[in-house]
């Protein structure tokens, strides 16, 4: 874990990641606009130097990431900031969010997606993006990444 900044501009929360190269493209978007990226145990992939290597995550010492072993303990963490779950089906859209500084984006696993149980206590922040019904749902790394975009954009970009 490194402290790239002291305030990060948003952070992205991984709710029990499956896939390593996934995390690995979600941590490089999150280097890129000063996000902090956080793991809720338990992932599908192993956090050592060789698997890290592996899953092209060479840039990982640039990242500010935490890995909790408890979504209780995430919430207190950032307590007091907003929550923002994506996720399929919503009723709104990522583009009809208000975003601020210091939010928060959580994102379920590839395979099971977030729990019932976070979508109810988040249903009215819940989001998702806009697909045609031939499509279940959209790679994690490409969700994370436009709505990481999204909120940066109504910043009025990067400090």
């Given at each position: 874990?490194?402290?790239?900044?002291?305030?990060?501009?948003?952070h992205?929360?991984?709710y029990?990641?499956?896939?390593?190269?996934?995390?690995?493209?979600?941590?490089?978007?999150?280097v890129?606009?000063?996000?902090?990226?956080?793991?809720?145990?338990?992932l599908?992939f192993q956090?050592?130097?060789?698997?890290?290597?592996?899953?092209?995550?060479?840039?990982?010492?640039?990242?500010?990431?935490?890995?909790v072993?408890?979504?209780?303990?995430?919430?207190?963490?950032?307590?007091?900031?907003?929550?923002?779950?994506?996720?399929?089906p919503?009723s709104?859209?990522?583009?009809?969010?208000?975003?601020?500084?210091?939010?928060?984006?959580?994102?379920g696993?590839?395979?099971r997606?977030?729990?019932?149980?976070?979508?109810?206590?988040y249903?009215?922040?819940?989001?998702?993006?806009?697909?045609?019904p031939?499509?279940?749902?959209?790679?994690?790394?490409?969700?994370?990444?436009?709505?990481?975009?999204?909120?940066?954009?109504?910043?009025g970009?990067?400090?």
């Amino acid at each position: 874990m490194t402290a790239a900044a002291s305030f990060p501009l948003l952070h992205v929360v991984l709710y029990q990641p499956d896939i390593p190269q996934n995390t690995g493209n979600i941590g490089r978007t999150c280097v890129a606009v000063g996000a902090k990226l956080w793991l809720v145990r338990p992932l599908g992939f192993q956090l050592d130097e060789k698997h890290l290597r592996r899953a092209g995550m060479d840039y990982w010492q640039h990242l500010d990431w935490e890995a909790v072993d408890h979504w209780s303990e995430l919430e207190q963490k950032l307590a007091r900031r907003t929550f923002w779950c994506i996720e399929n089906p919503a009723s709104r859209l990522v583009w009809e969010a208000e975003f601020t500084p210091g939010d928060v984006l959580v994102f379920g696993s590839e395979t099971r997606g977030l729990p019932s149980a976070i979508i109810e206590r988040y249903r009215g922040r819940t989001l998702q993006l806009p697909m045609r019904p031939e499509v279940r749902s959209l790679n994690l790394a490409s969700t994370v990444n436009t709505a990481v975009y999204e909120a940066v954009r109504q910043f009025g970009g990067l400090a």
